[in-house]
């Protein structure tokens, strides 16, 4: 992140917000991942997870081993309903 100017980080930042928030709007999770990655090849992006209790892999990360044979599956929320969430959020 350091490496990309003030003013991008910023709105990177604000990026990532608003996809937090609208999924917390549309998906009401106990909680929120967010993770920056890029080991193998230099590049910047962010994971926005929603999280809940019964997934497989709670509390640990969701790419981590299993905690629980079985989780419980969730839908995915209403693509229109997400493109309209991140249109409030981004204004």
Do not use: C
């Not at 910023?10 to 608003?18: G, K, P, S």
């Not at 999770?29 to 019964?54: C, E, M, Q």
């Amino acid at each position: 992140m350091s490496d990309i100017a003030v003013a991008e980080r910023v709105r990177l930042m604000n990026a990532v917000f608003a996809v937090e928030t609208a999924l917390r709007e549309l998906l009401h999770p106990d909680k929120i991942n967010l993770a920056s990655l890029g080991n193998v090849t230099p590049h910047l992006h962010w994971h926005v997870i929603p999280r809940y209790r019964v997934d497989r892999h709670f509390p640990l990360a969701i790419w981590a081993e299993p905690v629980r044979a079985e989780g419980s599956p969730r839908a995915a929320p209403d693509r229109g309903a997400l493109v309209a969430a991140l249109k409030r959020q981004l204004g």
